[in-house]
T-cell receptor, first 116, second 116 residues
Framework: GQQLNQSPQSMFIQEGEDVSMNCTSSSIFNTWLWYKQDPGEGPVLLIALYKAGELTSNGRLTAQFGITRKDSFLNISASIPSDVGIYFCAGHLSNAGGTSYGKLTFGQGTILTVHP | GAVVSQHPSRVICKSGTSVKIECRSLDFQATTMFWYRQFPKQSLMLMATSNEGSKATYEQGVEKDKFLINHASLTLSTLTVTSAHPEDSSFYIC????????????FGPGTRLTVT
């Protein structure tokens, strides 16, 4: 099935550092979403992007919807220990219809470790 | 807003028995609910999509007779794992979306199923 290529797979950083991760695809998406998942929990929606070029912030998090509609990135500034977790990008294909309407394609996740 | 609950959070059952997992949208009406399965350190794998009052749409390779889904109301969907086997042990997560933002999925906290 359709895959989103998310990178990096894992990151080990020091508290206070900035973090950047991204997702790319060969297909066009009309929506990009970024989620964070803590161990043993369900993913939590961080940011939703709907327009090509859109740049949206949520506190220390900033995400952008790529101009080509085939990529997105997430930045975390001044990381803190509670940023630890798995970050997933997800997208809704622009040509998804019928039984595919509303379904999301997920990236493989970026495991973030923050050292105090 | 957009809170989704799941019950139970953990369940241990014996091989051959059936287990029911409930997914509820607590503060909104869910047009569509989704059921995912997640293996350790992997991304989410969509099992099926359900809309209230209609039959669920299963992803390729998912046995519909084994994973029974019922979406009885706009706030409740259930997943029943029938005749469970050890290989069904996994983390099951539901999500829900609403009319005004159909591409945004809000996830429940997940259910850890262990089949002995």
């Amino acid at each position: 099935g359709q895959q989103l290529n998310q990178s990096p797979q894992s990151m080990f950083i020091q508290e206070g550092e900035d973090v950047s991760m991204n997702c790319t695809s060969s297909s066009i998406f009309n929506t990009w979403l970024w989620y964070k998942q803590d161990p043993g929990e369900g993913p939590v929606l961080l940011i939703a992007l709907y327009k090509a070029g859109e740049l949206t912030s949520n506190g220390r998090l900033t995400a952008q919807f790529g101009i080509t509609r085939k990529d997105s990135f997430l930045n975390i500034s001044a990381s803190i220990p509670s940023d630890v977790g798995i970050y997933f990008c997800a997208g809704h294909l622009s040509n998804a219809g019928g039984t595919s309407y509303g379904k999301l394609t997920f990236g493989q996740g970026t495991i973030l470790t923050v050292h105090p | 807003g957009a809170v989704v609950s799941q019950h139970p959070s953990r369940v241990i059952c014996k091989s051959g028995t059936s287990v029911k997992i409930e997914c509820r949208s607590l503060d909104f009406q869910a047009t569509t609910m989704f059921w995912y399965r997640q293996f350790p350190k992997q991304s989410l794998m969509l099992m099926a999509t359900s809309n209230e009052g209609s039959k669920a749409t299963y992803e390729q390779g998912v046995e519909k007779d084994k994973f029974l889904i019922n979406h009885a109301s706009l706030t409740l969907s259930t997943l029943t794992v029938t005749s469970a086997h050890p290989e069904d042990s996994s983390f099951y997560i539901c999500s829900a979306s609403r009319d005004r933002s159909p591409y945004e999925q809000y996830f429940g906290p997940g259910t850890r199923l262990t089949v002995t």
